[in-house]
């Protein structure tokens, strides 16, 4: 048995220790029945990142079925940062389903999707009046959110950045910048998608220097002329950008840069979509990422964070854009599903009354010192970046800076084995990222961060 951590009092979820604690290798005999039953059902497209099957999750942890403890630094990708099964979201689904479960709401009304939608109006980035549309996915929003765009500038072109991911429809395949393993083999794509370049200042900096990497403004300008010239503003219905780019790399773009944009959008009738599907819900230290730069979007895409771990998404945004599509135009058998709306309410209610906008901070701060330490004592930590509990490091080849992927996922696979739940990203692979749920105790924070360390001491380049 393996304990590295002091118990602690979970918030919210099942009652679970707070503590790693490993009783049987990863993955245990039970775990690894299941995943030959995987494989025997479920085809090999959908895999798995731990091959681990949970039977119980709360606070910051999540529990097997072979009775290991897992540390938890992915919250489902972003989603459970009120906690798994929060007492308060339990509570609201418990009640919701006893009531009923269905209705759809483009047949008959019901008020919690109304609710939702008057929270997020109140909520995003923007003193003017909203609208909000409820669906059931981040894609399905950002699908949505185009589709929304061109109808009310009358507009085909859109325009997404180099290492953006938005979804695996169709369109946002076109939309999402990396091809494995995304996109290869699926198209042909939805037309009319272009890119444009991103402000990474950690990879400008190795090609251009830290000033010129700095220049958020600059580096719009850049991303502005390709976009006049390949294009053209006349054309262009919306730019869809995340403001903390996540399965990229979490690449935070330079100061100045999504103002930048915003301001040109402005200025020549363009759509400006913010993706928040991954940043928003206090996951930045910020109800939304946007709020760092003071941005106000003409729509905004969440999803993730939104309901506790329901599936439920939303495009929110200025009302005459919002208001442009015709009866009928918007909708779908599910979205806005009456539970989940009830887990939405109960989890906007969460990170408004719990500190959970504060928390994020301090999560955050206790991430950059570790991870700031780890850089000085080992140069293949090529950068450290994120705001909030949104955090991440890059490791590369530290002669060169090229990405050291081989690396990345050596570190992560270790880690998994020591009993912490941790996610990769990035373009090319080598980007280790960190989204503890926001109800994690500082302890295990440390302790998974210790997890890490030892991993990357002791793997090899």
């Given amino acids: 048995m393996t304990v590295t951590a002091e118990p602690e009092t979970v918030r919210g979820g099942p009652g679970l220790r707070q503590q790693r604690e490993l009783v049987t290798a ?51 990708i972003a989603v459970t940062g009120v906690g798994n099964s929060a007492p308060a979201v339990v509570d609201a689904v418990t009640a919701q389903v006893a009531q009923f479960t269905h ?15 008057e929270a997020l109006n109140r909520l995003t980035p923007g003193d003017f009046d909203k609208r909000t549309a409820l ?36 369109l946002t395949m076109a939309l999402t910048a990396k091809s494995m393993p995304y996109k290869s083999g699926f198209g042909p794509f939805a037309p009319e998608v272009y890119r444009a370049p991103m402000s990474y200042p950690y990879r400008d900096g190795l090609l251009m220097g830290e000033a010129q990497a700095n220049d958020g403004a600059a580096a719009a300008r850049r991303a502005i002329v390709q976009i006049e010239k390949q294009i053209g503003a006349a054309n262009l219905a919306a730019l869809v950008i995340e403001p903390i780019q996540g399965e990229g ?13 915003l301001a040109w959008a402005r200025e020549n009738g363009v759509v400006f979509i913010a993706d928040e599907v991954q940043t928003g819900f206090a996951r930045t230290g910020d ?14 895409v969440t999803a993730k964070g939104i309901a506790g771990g329901l599936p439920l998404s939303a495009v929110t945004g200025r009302a005459e854009i919002m208001d442009s599509a015709h009866a009928g135009g918007l909708g779908g058998t599910y979205g806005g599903n009456p539970i989940a709306c009830a887990a939405a309410v109960a989890t906007i209610r969460s990170f408004e009354e719990d500190g959970l906008v504060e928390r994020a901070r301090a999560i955050g701060e206790q991430f950059l010192a570790r991870l700031t330490e780890l850089k000085r004592a080992d140069a293949r930590v090529g950068d450290i970046r994120g705001r909030g509990a949104m955090v991440a490091l890059e490791l590369v080849d530290p002669t060169t800076g090229d990405p050291d992927a081989a690396l ?22 080598n980007v280790i990222r960190f989204l503890p749920p926001l109800t994690i105790d500082d302890a295990l924070i440390a302790d998974g961060l210790d997890v890490v360390a030892t991993a990357l001491a002791e793997t090899a380049s």
């Fill in 287 to 300: 109800f939304f990422a946007c709020e760092h730069e003071g941005l106000e979007p003409d729509l905004i």
């Fill in 408 to 429: 990345t996922a050596a570190v992560a696979a270790k880690a998994h084995a020591a009993g912490v739940v941790l996610l990769t990203c990035g373009t090319y692979g």
């Fill in 135 to 170: 669906f059931n996915s981040g894609a399905e929003a950002v699908e949505n959110a185009v589709k929304i765009a061109r109808h009310f500038t009358g507009k085909q072109a859109v325009v997404a950045f180099d290492h953006g991911y938005h979804g695996r429809t169709n």
């Fill in 26 to 76: 990863i993955p245990g005999p039970r775990s690894q029945e299941l995943l030959a039953r995987k494989s025997a059902a479920v085809p090999k497209g959908v895999g798995l990142t731990l091959p681990i099957f949970v039977e119980a999750a709360g606070g910051g942890v999540l529990r097997d079925v072979d009775g290991n403890t897992l540390i938890d630094f992915g919250s489902g």
């Fill in 103 to 117: 209705t759809c709401f483009t047949i008959t009304g019901y008020e919690g999707y109304v609710e939702v939608a």
């Fill in 249 to 261: 790399g979490f690449v935070v773009p330079a100061e100045g840069f999504l103002p930048t944009l």
